[in-house]
C-alpha cells in the first residue's frame, strides 16, 4: 500500500513500532543524501553516473591503478569532512533510544561507508560494507583511521598511501566482488529473519546480498515499510511504502 499521506504513514509505522520487541532499518546512500553526499544510482551527481564500478570499486582496479583507485576514495573522503547527520539519521537514533527504554532492540543495518548513523547517536549499526574511513594494509592489515588532515595531505601528495611496512593501504569497504564481513551479514541476516517492523530508507535495493535482507524480513513475517521519494526493486516486497525523503519522513515516526 503507497500511503500518500505523510502523517497517516508516520503514525501507522509509529503504532507498529511501539508494539514491537525488535524492529530494524536497512539504510542505503539515500540516507545520507540530505547531508550532502551523492548516492550512487539517483540524482545529477550519483557516483555511477559517468563512472563505472570496475574501474573503482574493485580489487582488480586497485591492483590495476592504486593511485587512481586512492584518489577516488580521497575524494570521497574530502565530501565527507563537513558532513553532519541529518534529521533522518537522528531520527533512527531516537528511535533506538526509545526502544533501549523498554528494553526492546531497535539495529540499523547499513550499506552507507560514511559513518553518518554513529555520529547521529545510533549505537546498534551494523556496517556491511565496511567502512570509508578506516583503511588496512593490503600486505600486514594493520588498521589505521584517516584523519582530516591525513586526507587533506595525502589528496594533494596524490597517489596511494603507503603503509610502514612498505605495502599499500586500502580503503575499509566492501569492493564488488568481495564478500561481505561475515559477523556483520550474520548479524544482519539474524536481526532481519527477527524484525517485527523492517524499514527500508534510501537504497536502491539493487546490490546483493545487502538488498535479499528486506525478502528475509518479509519471509519471516515482517512488517516491511519502504521510505524512498522512488519507486525500488524492493518496492513489490512492501507493506507501506512512503514517497518521501528519509530526512522528511522519519522524524515524523518519533
Ligand atoms: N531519502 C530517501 N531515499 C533517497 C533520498 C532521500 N533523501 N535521496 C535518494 N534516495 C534514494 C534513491 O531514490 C535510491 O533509491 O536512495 C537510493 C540510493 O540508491 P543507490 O545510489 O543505489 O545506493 P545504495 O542502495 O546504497 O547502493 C548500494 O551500491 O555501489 C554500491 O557499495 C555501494 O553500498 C552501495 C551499494
Known sequence: MTCESLTTAGALLAARLSRARRAAVLTGAGISAESGIPTFRSGANALWR??????????????????????????????????????????????????????????????IVDGLHHAGGSSDVVELHGSIRHWRCVACARERQLTADFVRSESERGG????????????????????????????????????EVFIVA???AAVYPAAGLVAIAKRAGAFVVEVNPEATEATALCDLVVRARSGEFLPLIV
Request: one cysteine or more; charged letters at 25%.
Open 50 to 111: 559517468d563512472r563505472k564500478p570496475e574501474d573503482l570499486a574493485t580489487p582488480e582496479a586497485f591492483a590495476r591503478d592504486p593511485g587512481l583507485v586512492t584518489g577516488w576514495y580521497l575524494m570521497r573522503l574530502r565530501m565527507l569532512l563537513d558532513a553532519l547527520p541529518n534529521p533522518g539519521h537522528t531520527a533512527l537514533a531516537e528511535i533506538e533510544r526509545r526502544f533501549v527504554e523498554r528494553r526492546a532492540f531497535f539495529s540499523v543495518i547499513t550499506q
Open 160 to 195: 596511494p598511501i603507503e603503509c610502514g611496512c612498505g605495502a599499500l593501504m586500502r580503503p575499509g569497504v566492501v569492493w564488488f566482488g568481495e564478500a561481505l564481513p561475515t559477523h556483520a551479514w550474520a548479524l544482519a541476516d539474524a536481526v532481519a529473519s527477527r524484525a
Open 202 to 204: 534510501g537504497t536502491s
